[in-house]
């Protein structure tokens, strides 16, 4: 026992330097998180920076309706439902328009014109089932209910001039289109052949 005491005694101060050099390694590790449970970060919100779609359009409902205006509607709503919105047909309403031409289940796209015409409007009955595109049996596209993007397509006609085209609706004839000079002459001796009142 004595050669054991006398070892512990001659090693006893490095022992406790050892000792207390473990203790603080450890403490370390635990104190710089090392060991402890990851971080976790809340993810990104796509809200307001992100690309997000929304599932909402903007429709403009004018004409023989109760409440005319812009309305909010979800991105799969269709004619039946701007009708809707803008409180239902007025009792001024053509009903043979209702009857030849307006297709209530047609889906509907964003930034479009409904026009929906009064009894006796010059409004050309029957130019097709669609208020966007060129209807049925039709390759025109309509000055009344076309879009954005489809009066882009037309010769010579940017974003600023379709804005104003759609800006100036309705038109109860194509020459309209020169008269309030919404378009240059040159322009619409282009595209008179490829639109109508639909």
């Known amino acids: 026992m004595e050669p054991l005491q006398e070892s512990l005694r001659t090693y006893k101060l490095p ?14 590790i635990f104190s710089s998180g ?7 970060y809340p993810k990104a919100s796509l809200v307001n920076g992100g690309n997000t779609t929304t599932n ?12 005319p205006g812009v309305y909010t509607l979800s991105s799969d709503s269709r004619v039946e439902d701007a009708i809707k919105a803008a409180g239902g047909f007025s009792s001024f309403v053509s009903n043979e328009f209702i009857a030849k031409s307006l297709n209530l289940s047609q889906k509907l796209s964003d930034s479009m014109k409904i026009y929906i015409p009064f009894e006796g409007d010059s409004v050309a009955i029957n130019q097709g089932a669609g208020l966007s595109g060129g209807g049925i049996g039709s390759n025109k596209i309509g000055l009344n209910t076309g879009t954005q993007t489809e009066l882009e397509s037309l010769p010579s006609v940017g974003s ?8 100036a609706r309705p038109y109860s004839d194509i020459s309209e289109l020169k008269t309030r000079k919404t378009v240059s002459v040159a322009v619409f001796s ?9």
């Open 15 to 28: 022992l406790a330097l050892s000792l207390l050099g473990v203790v603080l390694i450890i403490g370390g």
């Open 34 to 40: 090392f060991l402890s449970k990851p971080k976790t």
């Open 56 to 67: 909402q359009i903007k429709i403009d409902v004018s004409g023989a309706v109760s409440n």
């Open 160 to 167: 600023v001039t379709a804005s104003k085209i759609i800006s």
């Open 190 to 198: 282009k595209i008179k052949d490829l639109v109508d009142l639909h």
